[in-house]
């Protein structure tokens, strides 16, 4: 086929497979942020301590009562691939699982507060999908572009927060982070007129990273007035060792006979003989790494007057401060990939700035909770390419039990490029939504 040479040697992900890019150092820490129960999210000035420990530690220390909780959720990922103002596919994905569990304790003490904090939950979900098919102009052959991500990244947290002096209280807590994620490329090229001798061509890449971590986050809440708070968090940066396999395979079905020579050519001999399937190429890699992630500082405003809450936030991500960390050297320059990723991470990432708004209502047993946030994407200027938004609400009953209900939606956006045998640059525009339907119970001890 006609298509199938020059797609070989155009291939977007092709020289990945054995060079390391930047776009590996970021694939660790992107992805839906995971939050626990029907919380409105991490939030360096929010009130409530159960999302503490992934945000602010110090609001640990508003936690009066011992309680354990943990949750469940419906997730579904949608994508939708838009060309020239048109739809050009769509495609879903939906899974149900455990979620979290989280264990907050005041220990008694004779003055102030001292709080402790266990938790295990998502730090990022990499659920990714997006579908690309359409027929080459002239109708000599049509082509399909998938490309899907899967995976979670979970933070078995411990922290502790402690009340200073009467208006001041400051946190920490440290992560054990584990996880993996699947990461599929596909083109196939199918010839519904039988042009040629190839009937089906496909060309695939998977990548298999997993993650063996750790992080530590600080943080500060302090009693500006009776009814305003100022919170700031400051997240360092993450250390993440890689274990990545990686493999291609390329798979061609012909109309026809083949023969292979001496040198290892194969000629193709057109007759009727049954359908043949040739197997081009099986390459393989496996690697090990070390990558840093972004080190992040939140600043924000929690107003308080019962039973109200709400909190206005503001969270610089500094990704251009990410690294690769290795041995490893590029087959190509003899250059240490290390030092080619922070050349890459310079010139193609962005820091990430995202502004966020909560709103809670608590008037027992009752309490209802919203959220939402604007961010960019560390690969595109826009500010609103990430967009989040979450729904709570609560009953706890006089016994102790509580039950939680929340809805989180997170949408953005990005590019599904591809080049055709025409070898022009197409750029499809990429529309991703991602919606998290939990339920979770709370004791109070």
Known sequence: MKSRIIFITLMLWGVSLFSQSYLDVLRPFRGMRGISGAESGVLPAAMSGSNALLGNPALLSYTKRA???????????AGTSVYNSAIAGNSSDQQFGFNSITYIRPVRVYRGAWVWGFNL???????????????????????????????????????SAVLVTMNTSIGYALSYLTGANNFTKLYEETDPQDIYTSERFIDSL??????????????LLSEV????????????????????????NIIEW????????????????????PRKEIQYSVKSSSLEYVVWGPWRLGVGLGFGAAPLEASVN?????????????????????????DLVDGQVTDYVKNVHEFSASLLWALDPLSLSFGAS???????????????????????????????????????????DHILESNVKRSVDLENSSSKFQFGIKYVL
């Open 67 to 77: 309680f354990v909780s943990t949750d469940v959720s419906f997730n579904q990922i």
């Open 206 to 219: 998977q990548f298999r990273p997993s993650y063996h971590g750790f992080g530590a986050r600080l943080g």
């Open 225 to 248: 007035s009776e009814n305003l708070n100022l919170g700031i968090s400051i997240e360092l940066p993450t250390r993440i060792s890689v274990s990545e396999s990686a493999s291609r």
């Open 314 to 338: 503001y969270r610089f991500h500094s990704y251009t401060s990410i690294a690769m960390k290795t041995d490893l050297y590029d087959t190509d320059s003899g250059e240490n990939l290390g």
């Open 121 to 159: 939950q998502p730090v990022h979900s990499f659920a990714s999908l997006g579908q690309f098919e359409s027929v080459e102009p002239d109708g000599e052959f049509s082509y399909k572009y998938l490309q899907q991500d899967s995976g979670t990244l979970y933070a078995l947290t411990a922290g």
């Open 374 to 416: 604007l961010m960019n994407d560390p690969l595109n200027y826009r500010f609103d390419n990430i967009i989040r938004m979450d729904l709570g609400i609560g009953y706890q009953l006089s016994s102790g039990l509580g039950f939680m209900l929340a809805y989180r939606n997170e949408q953005w956006q990005s590019d599904l």
């Open 254 to 273: 012909f109309d026809s006979d083949w023969i292979e020579t001496d040198d290892g050519d194969s000629v193709l001999i057109v007759n009727d003989l």
